[in-house]
């Protein structure tokens, strides 16, 4: 689907389903230099189960044009203004890494449209390695591969996938690739600057999912818990041998995970 946003045409993807803007409302946000692709193993499953999902790329990346946000703030306001043009009052907010940045974001300070919370690979700050951060800028390649690397756990790396005969590593860069050139290193200083997210957890009310990996090298775990420990109520789910990509590494668990916790 397409949609102008602020002037800008976007792609969202709804898993395949009509959408409607009455109906369960999920909306996944994506990740550092990621597009809607990071949940293409979620939004079908899930629109096909009685939720109404909106999976945008956002500016820049992926199906969309335009130029990529430059901070977190911005990003929590453009998915404001996605759900007003998609005529959404509330909605539950999916992110994977950075995308849940701008989920703590978006329900610190928009409680009224925020239901839940899914945060998956997630932490109440994402400092960026300034290795990658220069090789985004200056050898756009290399930085992909390595971030696809460091971001899948050991069974990605032995070419163990849930879909047969395909493999995660190259899954990742390919998804990484479609994205405009200036993508990657937006995102990683928007990371990088943040600096609101252990204040927006403790102020966030909704409940709240935290799904994280044991053999995350990008989120590591210990902070993902710390933010889990501040989000008041909030329900975690620990996969002990994922990395970051925890979407495309263990579909079912997400899938089920989050059935789980929508259901109750």
């Not at 995308?99 to 928009?110: F, I, K, P, Q, S």
Request: with cysteine.
């Amino acid at each position: 689907m397409k949609q102008d946003v602020n002037g800008v045409r976007i792609h969202i993807a709804t898993g395949g389903r009509d959408f409607n803007p009455k109906g369960k409302i999920l909306v996944m946000l994506h990740g550092s230099g990621q597009n809607h692709l990071t949940f293409v193993l979620q939004a079908r499953y899930l629109a096909h189960r009685g939720y109404d999902v909106l999976a945008p790329d956002f500016p820049g990346h992926g199906l969309s044009e335009g130029e990529p946000l430059a901070s977190i703030e911005d990003s929590a306001d453009w998915v404001i203004a996605l759900l007003d043009i998609m005529g959404v009052e509330t909605a539950t907010i999916m992110g994977h890494s950075q995308g849940c940045l701008t989920a703590l974001e978006l329900a610190a300070n928009h409680k009224s449209r925020i239901d839940e919370l899914i945060l998956i690979g997630a932490a109440m700050a994402i400092p960026v390695n300034d290795y990658l951060v220069d090789m985004s800028d200056k050898a756009l390649a290399k930085a992909i591969k390595m971030m696809t690397s460091w971001g899948h756990g050991p069974s990605a790396h032995m070419v163990d996938n849930t879909q047969p005969g395909h493999s995660m590593l190259d899954y990742g860069r390919q998804v990484m690739d479609i994205n405009n050139r200036a993508a990657l290193l937006a995102d990683l200083n928007a990371c990088n600057a943040y600096q609101n997210g252990a204040s927006a957890a403790a102020a966030i009310t909704q409940p709240t999912l935290c799904i994280l990996g044991g053999r995350d090298r990008m989120t590591p775990a210990k902070f993902g818990r710390k933010m889990a420990d501040t989000i008041t109520g909030s329900k975690m789910v620990m996969v002990d041998q994922a990395g970051h990509f925890l979407p495309a590494e263990c579909p079912m668990v997400i899938n089920d995970s989050v059935r789980e916790f929508l259901g109750k």
